[in-house]
């Protein structure tokens, strides 16, 4: 992009995700008072971002960035987690050149308020967000944390959003000492975010209890080579799980063929099951009764609050950098990220996300233009 008096947005259709488009919106010539303007620099796209869009209606998720209903009716941004630049401001606190991470529209900029600001971080106060999870309204300023290492900066964007998750599931696993259960049984094992449950609950875990990875037969041999977990099954192979031994099931992507098959070899044996996200959404099929427990949804959200309010921020940031540091390092083993520069390099990369392509051991990061 040359004019730098537009901002360039990707947006994709909400119910045709693979239609996409690109949209130049004019930067505003003059900023509010308190306002700033954040240019992104790099974000990352992994499965997890097209669970947002799956579910951006169900969770609200296209209302943090919402579009010009009148001209691009049914399209939507979709949320990625980005480094941003501060390009311009109005408020006092915040000075240009400042960089922060956060919730960012596929876009190359975004015009937030920052209202409270703190050594930490701050939240964009702007009036649509205000309903909307406080977790992704948050901003936190680079320069300020310790979790953040600039050499890390890639690893940071791709794993960090996801390892909330596992750090969140992997303490409500250990308060409820594995709800008794024998095996803990990880779908989509190869994701990172199962990666990062099956790390912290490999710390923790009792020694009888087993980690178990279910995979596709192609993802196999990545899964067993990374270690992560006590054995290895593939989608195929889900009958031969004991069945007799009690079992905690997270299912991680939302793959319902899978669940079932889990469900209806374990049935009752199941303690609990989890579901964790939707990459491949089919309302229909999820609709069905399943023999065992029903599903119950783990909306990371919401334990963020409650841990905060249970252990208060300070223990809480604590024990998460502890965590984090120890699983950033593990990554350095299995995952290669790969930075796209540019429209064809962000267009492919979302075609491959979207389409379950990116190979286990790989993941994107992208910038709109070369100078970020
Ligand atoms: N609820 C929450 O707060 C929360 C937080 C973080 C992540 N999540 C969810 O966790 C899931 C994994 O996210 P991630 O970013 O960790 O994924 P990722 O690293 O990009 O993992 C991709 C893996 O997911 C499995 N997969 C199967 N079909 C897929 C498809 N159609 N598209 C993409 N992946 C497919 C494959 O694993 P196998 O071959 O092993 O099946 C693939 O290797 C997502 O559904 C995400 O929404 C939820």
Redesign the pocket.
Known sequence: MSDTSVAEAFLVQRDALAQSRWHDIVRPADLAEGEVELRQLRFAL???????ARFGDAIQYWRFFPIDETRDKGWGQIPVWGIGEVARSRHPQLAEGERVYGYFPMASHLVVTPEPVRAAGFVDAKAHRAELPRTYNEYARLDHDRGYDPARADQHLVLR??F???FFLAAHLQDANCFGARQIII????????MGLAFLLAQHKPADVRIV????P??AAF?ARAGAYDDVVT?DAITTLPADARAVVVD????HK?LAAVHRHLGDTIAQSIR?????WDSAAANEVLPGPAPQ?????DHIVRRRSEWGADLLRTRMAAAWGAFVVDTDRWLRIGHGVGRSAIEAAYAE????G???EM?HTLSFTQTA
């Open positions: 992994t499965a997890n971002n097209i669970t947002y959003p996801l909330a998750l596992s779908s989509s094992a190869s994701s990172k975010t199962a990875g279910l995979t596709s192609g993802n899964v989608y991680i992507a939302g793959d899978v964790v996200g939707a990459t491949h949804w783990f909306f990371t959200p996300v979207l389409a379950g990116v190979p286990p993941a």
